[in-house]
């Protein structure tokens, strides 16, 4: 399990990498050429580059599901098909593959907008206010800050989960005859289940809270209680399980 992460980490981390960071040299290109020439057609440049930047994160997910769709039912799956571990553990690889990927993915993007944002953003004023509204929190709002960062986690380990089940169910017999259609329309029905089943219940057991508010911040996010939570924990597991039954049965048909 270790050296089939290690070899699917190593080959989307290099797939992803130059559209998270080469866009970004576009960017000071851009910038650089518009400053120094003072002719401002060369914006368009930075305007281009900032685009494919903003971009970054939703290219790299098409690219790690394009790329766990060719490893393990596409034109590779031969090939990691014959790593001597259980369906369990290559689910799990998988998994952790889209989780740890996702975030680098996610800090890239932030470090990334960071660099690029017009400089004439206060971000000194703005990181004095940010640590001035933490260093009066009270426990139970440390606690609700804590309560946003899981459900960020939550939700990302929700879309890596559905990403791998659109493949998994998607190259299934059941969806054989949709050929490569067959994980996109598993993957709509997934999103379009799962936004009905959250949207329901977010209306139903969760209620707007403000954490702490400033004269010039304020922090809000959703709570929601302890259904909701059990609903979404179960969303997990299913999801989880069908794909690792689907994949299974994909090896064993092969």
Do not use: C
């Amino acid at each position: 399990m270790k050296n089939l992460l290690k070899q699917i980490m190593k080959e989307d981390f290099f797939a992803i990498l130059p559209w998270l960071f080469i866009p970004l040299l576009g960017a000071f290109a851009g910038l650089s050429l518009t400053h120094f020439t003072r002719l401002e057609g060369f914006n368009i440049i930075t305007v281009i580059a900032v685009t494919i930047l903003m971009a970054g994160p939703l290219i790299a997910l098409v690219i790690l599901v394009g790329n766990d769709h060719n490893r393990f039912y596409g034109k590779y799956a031969a090939l990691y098909s014959s790593y001597p571990i259980s369906s369990n553990k290559i689910t799990l690889t998988r998994l952790i593959n889209y989780i740890i990927l996702g975030i680098f993915t996610s800090l890239s993007f932030l470090f990334n907008m960071f660099l690029v944002l017009p400089s004439d953003i206060k971000w000194g004023d703005f990181f004095r206010e940010f640590g001035r509204l933490l260093g009066e929190l009270s426990p139970g709002q440390y606690l609700d800050m804590l309560k946003i960062l899981l459900a960020l986690l939550g939700f990302r380990l929700m879309l890596s989960l559905t990403m791998m089940a659109a493949n998994s169910i998607g190259n299934s017999y059941i969806f054989k005859k949709l050929g490569k259609l067959g994980p996109v329309f598993v993957g709509v029905l997934l999103f379009a289940l799962e936004s009905f089943i959250q949207i329901r219940m977010l209306a139903r057991f969760a209620v707007d809270k403000t954490i702490v508010e400033g004269p010039n911040m304020t922090i809000n996010f959703v709570d929601t209680n302890y259904i909701f939570v059990v609903v979404f924990i179960i969303e997990l597991v299913v999801i989880y399980l069908a794909t690792n039954y689907f994949h299974k049965k994909k090896l064993s048909v092969e």
